[in-house]
DNA sequence: TCTATATTTGACACATACTGTCAAGTTATA
DNA sequence: TATAACTTGACAGTATGTGTCAAATATAGA
């Protein structure tokens, strides 16, 4: 089970580009891409954005990587994460169902 | 579907208890309980354990309504929100089976 | 209405967490 | 051992979250 930081990393390797090429191209600083790539640090929405494109990644794919790791991350130690895990989803069904007015 | 502040509120209410005995209980100012029950603010753990003793709640439900309402807020607005719901719940599997060192 | 009580709102100071930048440190490779 | 690649930690700036408080508003009863 990969994270998203190894996911980057790996495919980085893979096209043999540098931390230095690829934070260029991402317009970051190379220690923070080397913190994401160990999972340090986050990357935005842009960042991914970005290096989906260099990195020649599915740039949905990444996302989804992105937001699950965050989850898991974040609730991995409770009992009922998994429980969570479902209501969530019924949650954001009925959400998505019934937009909020602004 | 019920947000953990409104099933805070109608237990609260069902009970004929004020915002003053409830936070008075919990030990919270009751400006603070009153923007629980708004969801203009969230508890902390400790606090949903106080609050389901007073207000006669299973604690292990709340936190259930209380994590899967992080988890939709965060990602409801995301297309691929599904998507990573499910990738969440494997990585979460995989985590709790593959335990790390510290 | 007037009054008391319940609730909401917003400002505040404080703490915590996250940001990008940078330089110095370490590791790896030739 | 020299060079390039990568990592680490400190830093200041910013954002975000915290509890406290008093004033504003809403609600209910006489």
Redo the contacts between chains.
């Keep these: 089970?990969e994270t998203i930081g190894q996911i980057l990393r790996n495919k980085r390797q893979e096209l043999g580009l540098l931390l230095r090429q690829v934070s260029a191209y991402v317009d970051i600083d190379q220690a923070i891409l080397s913190k994401i790539e160990r999972n340090e640090r986050k990357p935005t929405k842009e960042m991914l954005g970005r290096l989906a494109e260099i990195l020649k990644l599915d740039k949905?794919e990444l996302?989804?990587?992105f937001?699950?790791?965050?989850?898991?991350y974040?609730?991995?130690n409770?009992?009922?994460?998994?429980?969570?895990?479902?209501?969530?989803?019924?949650?954001?069904?009925?959400?998505?169902s019934?937009p909020v007015k602004n």
């Design positions: 089970m949905d996302l989804i990587q937001i699950s790791d965050k989850i898991a974040e609730i991995v409770e009992d009922c994460a998994n429980k969570a895990l479902k209501v969530a989803e019924r949650k954001i069904k009925y959400l998505k019934h």
